[in-house]
C-alpha cells in the first residue's frame, strides 16, 4: 500500500500527502477519484464528511480547490457541481428536490452519464460548502448494531473545474476540463453482526450486491491491467456502482483509494486489505482534457 494511517493520524495527514498531489492535477485537466471503502463504521463518512471537530477530505479539496482559483487570476475558472446518491440501486438527485429516479446513459464520448442530473454552477467555497450540506441531508442514514448513523447508500460528489487563459479571446482559447469524484460507500456488513431486518436488512443486501460487484470489477481490472486496452471483457454493467465508477476505475483518472478497517471483525478487515492490495495493481491512463 502507498500508506498506513494508525487511528492517532488526523485527516489532515491523509489529505496533505495523499490528496493534495492529485488536486494539482484536478486543476490541469486531469480528472480525479478518491474512494472511501470498508466494512460498516469503520470510519468511511468520518474520513469524507468529517465532523465538527474534524474536517473532511470533501470539505478540504473544496477549499484547495477555490485556494487555488483565487492564487490563478492569469485563468478563469467554471466550477459546476453535483450530488447523487446510489440508495437500492436506484439513483437519485440528492440536489434536486424531485425524487424521481435517474437512469444511465453514455455521452458521445461513450462515457458513463447519470441522464437529466443537475449541475449547480457555484462561485465560491461558501457556495459549495453549502450545496454539500444540502445533499447531505437528503441521504439516507439508518441505525444499526454496528453504527448509530450508517449510510445506507454509496454517495457521489462531483466537481467538474473548466478553464481558459484569460489572455485568449473566448472562441479561440483551449479549455481544461476535468472532474473531481468524491465517493463516500456505503460499508460492507454481516446480518448477524448489524442485527438488520426489514428495510434495513434489504439496503444491507443491495449494499453487499454492489459492493461484491466491485470487488469483482477490481479482481479483473487488476489481474488484466496490461490487457484492458485491448478490450479485455470487465462486468462493468453488473451494477450502477461500478457503472458509474467505470472511468475511475479502469480509464482516464487519477484515483485514490482509502480503505479504512476496524478491530470489530477480523475477517472484513483482512478482506478490505485484500481489496487494497488488489486496488493497487490496477494502472490507470489519466490524460490531460483539453
Ligand atoms: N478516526 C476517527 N476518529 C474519531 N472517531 C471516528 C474516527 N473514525 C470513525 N469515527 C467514529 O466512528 C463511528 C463510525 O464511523 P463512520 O460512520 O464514519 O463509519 P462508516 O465506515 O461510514 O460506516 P457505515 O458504512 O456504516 O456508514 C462514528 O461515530 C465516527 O464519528
Do not use: W
Request: hydrophobic share 35%; glycine share 6%; charged share 25%.
Amino acid at each position: 500500500l502507498d500508506r498506513v494511517y494508525d487511528k492517532e493520524q488526523k485527516t489532515k495527514v491523509i489529505f496533505d500527502e495523499l490528496i493534495s498531489p492529485i488536486m494539482q492535477d484536478i486543476m490541469s485537466g486531469i480528472n480525479g477519484t478518491i474512494f472511501a471503502y470498508g466494512q460498516t463504521s469503520s470510519g468511511k463518512t468520518y474520513t469524507m464528511m468529517g465532523d465538527e471537530t474534524s474536517p473532511g477530505i470533501i470539505s478540504m479539496c473544496i477549499k484547495s480547490i477555490y485556494n487555488k482559483i483565487e492564487n490563478t487570476p492569469s485563468r478563469a475558472y467554471f466550477v459546476r457541481v453535483s450530488y447523487v446518491e446510489l440508495y437500492n440501486e436506484n439513483i437519485v438527485d440528492l440536489l434536486s428536490d424531485s425524487k424521481k429516479v435517474l437512469a444511465l446513459g453514455e455521452n458521445f464520448e461513450g462515457d458513463v452519464i447519470v441522464k437529466e442530473l443537475k449541475e449547480e454552477l457555484v462561485q465560491n467555497c461558501d457556495d459549495c460548502m453549502e450545496l454539500l450540506k444540502r445533499g447531505e441531508k437528503e441521504r439516507h442514514y439508518g441505525s444499526t448494531n454496528m453504527n448509530e448513523k450508517s449510510s445506507r447508500s454509496h454517495v457521489f460528489f462531483r466537481v467538474i473545474i473548466e478553464s481558459r487563459d484569460r489572455d485568449e479571446t473566448e472562441g479561440d482559447a483551449a479549455f481544461f476540463v476535468s472532474q473531481l469524484y468524491l465517493i463516500d460507500l456505503a460499508g460492507s456488513e454481516k446480518l448477524k453482526q448489524t442485527g438488520n431486518v426489514g428495510q434495513r436488512a434489504t439496503e444491507g443486501g443491495f449494499i453487499n450486491k454492489s459492493l461484491l460487484t466491485l470487488s469483482q470489477v477490481i479482481s479483473q481490472l487488476s489481474s488484466n491491467s496490461r490487457f484492458i486496452c485491448l478490450g479485455f471483457f470487465v462486468s462493468y454493467r453488473d451494477s450502477k456502482l461500478t457503472r458509474i465508477l467505470q472511468n475511475s476505475l479502469g480509464g482516464n483518472s487519477k484515483t485514490v483509494f482509502i480503505c479504512t478497517v476496524t478491530p470489530v471483525a477480523a475477517d472484513e478487515t483482512l478482506s478490505t486489505l485484500r481489496f487494497a492490495t488488489k486496488v493497487k495493481c490496477i494502472k490507470n491512463r489519466p490524460v490531460i482534457n483539453e
